[in-house]
């Protein structure tokens, strides 16, 4: 039995469609490139500030999305619905105007029942519609935002009586005000409680980020020693991570020491980073556990993860309200740095957004894992701020750039989805070798 | 008999009042390789889900007879209680994920797990995996089998061969396995890999498991079994000891039909020595049913049969003429080279094919009799239309006149022309199918299994339609996995195995030849043949 040939194989697939599986981050890659090239009006501090300020705001939530994926059930743009029940929580928390860091982790634990319930409800859908979920995923964002706003225009005021004088209540008694203000940190309110807490120089956070990066790098090669069959790395990958990490080390040492413009981008929001490191390592951990293996064999094959007796139902489900229950609290931190509750539109939209982001790094529907997650916010945030500065100086107009911007995220989408259909179908194509 | 690790006493069973399986008594020894052989549809599957404790089977009324492991009458109710009673099974199409490592589908769903932080207060679910423990088990279960593959290899891209080792490897890495049964497990490999299998079948049979093994292949089952069980039409037919018979007797076992084939000749039938049809080294890409270079030659006014078993690429060679799968090879018919992978010339150039798959590429379901009947005509040679302009229309009066005359020539039960098609019997279905075949005007008639799935009357008047066409001048192929339909209509029959023509019989040929062919010995020496 010939074990050369199958690894040789194995390895000239992989160099070949590393492209094609790359493709829509390498467009994304291209495209801001080509920002920087073309307007001169964008300073690397602007874009720095910018980027990381976006990307504390937005990971948390495509994090959500890696557990679905995994489990086979797709993009889950249902996490629309664990983004209400984080609203949900937050307008009860407002209502009684809790504020304050103890505020926001009420609001958490208010969530948490509240999206563990909606989850479930989802998880059941997805049951029904096996083979449909993405689609079932988008129309039950839908359809939960028509009993949301039953709920936040009607039921609040007519069913649930509440003062009309109350600043988050129109002024007729009846519904939730469009836009709600969340009140300073300091001052009793929600804004910025989690981002408030402890800041860094954007820098040190550079400094600390890759520090960490390369020492877990290390880390896998000292196991890889003691232990080569157990624990394998790709040693090109490693390698090239550890140069990277190098370099990104000797930049921000050298910024902090001579104290460069670079210094000037704002400060990072370390609670919020911490939180979101936790939900990487929660990622990572929960597939080395037997509940992770079950939701990869349940993502790999129904049939066969059915056979073996799992209980794919049930697992599916479980998937599904961690997924929800993730985005509710994303949400939660998504607003708390607004400082602005959209009552109405704030959760419309992340769905879309969110699995633009996932795509963008890399994910399909069948694989995601942290590293598409991190680098597809980063990736995907990078176009938006770039585009309208496209826009205005190759166009003379921002705007133009704004619907650019449009066009990008539902094309990313579009373009993923075809791809994955292309590529399925390539594979179960009839040939007559 | 208490050395009995597995006994079947009078098993039987019905789907709703059609006896598939009729009084069975099988006896498997500890450390014995009991063979199981029967034609498509004999009962071996049934039989086999009823060890299994199918849910299909405790759905449609149970089953009669008593099943004893190790003296123990016992009741298993489901796949999970087949487990725990020691029973494995080495699937035929694989039960692997492709993605997962091979350590990761051998130990799949009984991984092995050790208690962490949170495991206390979530339960067991939230465990760590022992990935270590787990390669080591693996390992062991490879080792056994003579693998020298590394366990963390990635299934997907692995051939075949492994693939069933590895499945081998899941079932007897499972504590306490007592019965393994290898469900046609030679069928997708190569030569080599076969011998590879049934080297390591053996050496698990020499630790004490017994084994029951289900193939037709006459020549593996000399070769590696102790026992031999013949099943036919739900019957048992035979049990005996390899040692005392021969693959002769098997193969006269497996086809033998007490039912005798009437076969009348046509009056005025008019066989030219002009080839009409001429393949040369055709392979055809039909899932299922590869076709790997096949010559067939076909006379004018003949009807030639194709016969074996299923999944031996009978069905592909009509499907690969017709252009329905990706085909390559040289197809001449009437001397001219006919383009393949291209249906549209195919049936341009005067030939029709009747498919066996009549629900999914034959008929319109939802639509009447007569735009079935019409539709191929009116696609390739835009017959029955009227010009209206830019557009063209159905000429309905003409399909309807068209249709009537077909009804009543083919004799289609139906109310109307316009009744849907979905809801005619099978037998007149497949009338429609003809029908439409026959407006295209064929020279060369391809029919696939024109009796799949229609009652024995009904089967009877399609096989004289057949006889009737051929009759008036059409040259027929026909392909059947009803050895004895075939025997009553065609001139000779070609018994594909493999991908290839193993082999052509006249229709009276004796049973056991069939047979040897059919299971691929037909090449064999014929030794015992008098015996």
Same mark, same amino acid.
């Given at each position: 039995m010939n074990n050369e040939n199958i690894s040789e194989r194995l390895n000239k697939s992989k160099v070949s469609t590393w492209v094609a599986d790359n493709i829509v981050s390498l467009i994304f890659v291209a495209f801001t490139l080509f920002g920087f090239l073309v307007s001169d009006g964008v300073t690397m501090n602007f874009f720095l500030t910018e980027l990381s300020s976006r990307f504390f705001r937005n990971a948390f939530l495509v994090l959500a999305l890696v557990i679905p994926v995994v489990a086979g059930l797709g993009l889950n743009f249902g996490i629309v619905v664990g983004a209400m029940a984080g609203q949900i929580a937050i307008a009860i928390v407002l209502y009684f105007g809790w504020g304050g860091l103890n505020g926001l982790l009420l609001t958490m634990l208010i969530a948490l029942p509240i999206a563990t319930l909606f989850g479930y409800l989802t998880g059941m859908l997805y049951n029904k519609t096996r083979g449909q979920e993405m689609i079932a995923s988008l129309m039950v964002g839908y359809f939960a935002n028509g009993i949301y706003q039953f709920l936040f225009l009607f039921v609040v005021g007519v069913i649930i009586k509440v003062p009309k004088t109350h600043p988050m209540i129109k002024p007729d008694g009846v519904g939730v005000r469009m836009t709600v203000d969340m009140g300073a940190y300091d001052k009793g309110g929600l804004k910025y409680t989690l981002d408030k807490i402890w800041e860094i120089p954007f820098m040190w956070a550079i400094l600390a980020i890759f520090a960490a990066i390369l020492l877990l790098q290390l880390w896998k090669i000292i196991r890889n020693k003691k232990n080569p069959a157990l624990y394998r790395y790709n040693k090109t990958m490693t390698v090239i991570n550890i140069i990277l990490c190098l370099a990104m080390i000797a930049i921000s040492v050298q910024a902090i020491t001579t104290n460069s413009s670079l210094m000037m981008v704002r400060k990072v929001p370390v609670v919020t980073g911490l939180f979101i490191v936790a939900l990487c390592i929660f990622n990572e951990l929960i597939l080395k556990t037997k509940l992770g293996q079950d939701f990869r064999s349940v993502g790999q094959s129904q049939h066969i993860a059915e056979v073996s007796g799992i209980n794919v139902d049930k697992t599916r489900i479980i998937a599904t309200i961690m997924s929800t229950v993730f985005a509710a609290w994303g949400q939660i931190m998504y607003l708390q740095n607004m400082g602005t509750l959209n009552t109405y539109g704030a959760h419309t939209q992340i769905g879309m957004f969110s699995v633009a982001a996932l795509l963008v790094g890399g994910a399909s529907t069948q694989k995601a894992g942290v590293k598409h997650a991190i680098m597809g916010t980063i990736l995907f945030n990078s176009m938006f701020i770039m585009s309208p500065e496209i826009g205005l100086s190759l166009f003379g107009n921002a705007l133009l750039g704004e619907y650019f911007r449009t066009f990008m995220v539902y094309g990313v989408i579009g373009l993923a989805l075809g791809l994955h259909v292309w590529r399925t179908n390539k594979k179960g194509k009839v040939t007559l070798n | 008999m208490s050395d009995n690790l597995l006994s079947l006493k009078h098993v039987s069973k019905e789907y709703s009042g059609n006896k598939v399986l009729k009084d069975i008594n099988i006896e498997l020894k500890k450390g014995e390789i009991h063979a199981l052989i029967g034609e498509n549809g004999a009962g071996k599957s049934t039989l086999m889900n009823i060890l299994f404790g199918m849910s299909v089977i405790h759905t449609t009324g149970g089953y009669?007879? +008593?099943?004893? %492991? &190790?003296?123990?009458?016992?009741?298993?109710?489901?796949?999970? *209680?087949?487990? !725990?009673?020691? /029973?494995?099974?080495?699937?035929?199409?694989?039960?692997?994920?492709?993605?997962?490592?091979?350590?990761?589908?051998?130990?799949?769903?009984?991984?092995?797990?050790?208690?962490?932080?949170?495991?206390?207060?979530?339960?067991?679910?939230?465990? +760590?995996?022992? %990935? &270590?423990?787990?390669?080591?088990?693996?390992?062991?279960?490879? *080792?056994?089998? !003579?693998?020298? /593959?590394?366990?963390?290899?990635?299934?997907?891209?692995?051939?075949?061969?492994?693939?069933?080792?590895?499945?081998?490897?899941?079932?007897?890495?499972?504590?306490?396995?007592?019965?393994?049964?290898?469900?046609?497990p030679t069928a997708v490999l190569a030569e080599s890999e076969a011998a590879n299998l049934l080297k390591a079948m053996k050496k698990l049979a020499q630790k004490g498991i017994g084994i029951l093994f289900i193939s037709h292949r006459l020549d593996e089952i000399i070769d590696v079994a102790d026992v031999v069980t013949v099943l036919r039409d739900g019957e048992h037919v035979a049990t005996k000891k390899v040692k005392d018979t021969n693959k002769y007797e098997i193969a006269q076992l497996m086809v033998g039909r007490s039912i005798t084939i009437d076969r009348e000749e046509g009056t005025n039938r008019n066989i030219v020595d002009e080839t009409i049809l001429d393949i040369e080294n055709l392979f055809v890409a039909m899932p299922g049913e590869r076709v790997k270079g096949v010559d067939i030659k076909v006379k004018k006014g003949e009807i030639v049969g194709?016969?074996?078993?299923?999944?031996?690429?009978?069905?592909?060679?009509?499907?690969?003429?017709?252009?329905?799968?990706?085909?390559?090879?040289?197809?001449?018919?009437?001397?001219?080279?006919?383009?393949?992978?291209?249906?549209?010339?195919?049936?341009?150039?005067?030939?029709?094919?009747?498919?066996?798959?009549?629900?999914?590429?034959?008929?319109?379901?939802?639509?009447?009799?007569?735009?079935?009947?019409?539709?191929?005509?009116?696609?390739?040679?835009?017959?029955?239309?009227?010009?209206?302009?830019?557009?063209?229309?159905?000429?309905?009066?003409?399909?309807?006149?068209?249709?009537?005359?077909?009804?009543?020539?083919?004799?289609?039960?139906?109310?109307?022309?316009?009744?849907?098609?979905?809801?005619?019997?099978?037998?007149?279905?497949q009338k429609v199918c003809v029908a439409r075949a026959l407006t295209l005007a064929p020279e060369l008639l391809l029919v696939s299994e024109p009796t799949r799935g229609i009652d024995i009357g009904a089967k009877k008047l399609v096989l004289d339609l057949l006889k009737q066409l051929n009759n008036e001048g059409m040259t027929i192929i026909m392909t059947s996995s009803e050895l004895a339909e075939l025997r009553s209509i065609c001139d000779r029959i070609l018994i594909i195995c493999e991908g290839k023509v193993e082999g052509v019989l006249p229709p009276d040929a004796p049973d056991a030849e069939f047979g040897l062919m059919m299971s691929g010995s037909g090449n064999g020496n014929m030794e015992g043949r008098e015996a």
């Open positions: - | 009669e007879g +008593t099943i004893e %492991i &190790e003296g123990k009458e016992t009741h298993i109710k489901s796949p999970h *209680d087949a487990m !725990d009673y020691g /029973i494995g099974m080495v699937h035929q199409e694989f039960m692997l994920i492709p993605g997962f490592s091979i350590m990761e589908n051998v130990k799949l769903n009984r991984e092995i797990t050790k208690p962490n932080l949170v495991s206390p207060i979530f339960g067991k679910r939230l465990e +760590t995996l022992n %990935i &270590e423990q787990m390669n080591e088990d693996t390992r062991k279960a490879l *080792d056994l089998l !003579d693998m020298d /593959i590394e366990e963390y290899v990635q299934v997907a891209g692995l051939p075949v061969g492994h693939m069933q080792f590895i499945e081998i490897a899941r079932e007897i890495d499972k504590t306490g396995i007592k019965i393994l049964v290898f469900d046609e194709i016969g074996g078993l299923a999944g031996q690429g009978k069905l592909g060679i009509a499907n690969g003429i017709m252009g329905i799968f990706p085909a390559k090879g040289e197809v001449k018919f009437k001397g001219k080279k006919s383009a393949l992978n291209d249906p549209k010339s195919a049936i341009k150039s005067g030939l029709a094919f009747v498919s066996e798959d009549r629900k999914g590429v034959g008929l319109l379901l939802d639509e009447s009799i007569e735009s079935n009947i019409a539709f191929s005509a009116m696609q390739i040679y835009n017959e029955f239309l009227v010009n209206a302009g830019p557009v063209k229309l159905k000429d309905s009066k003409k399909i309807r006149e068209h249709a009537n005359k077909m009804i009543k020539e083919l004799d289609i039960r139906c109310t109307s022309s316009m009744q849907r098609v979905g809801s005619l019997s099978g037998g007149n279905q």
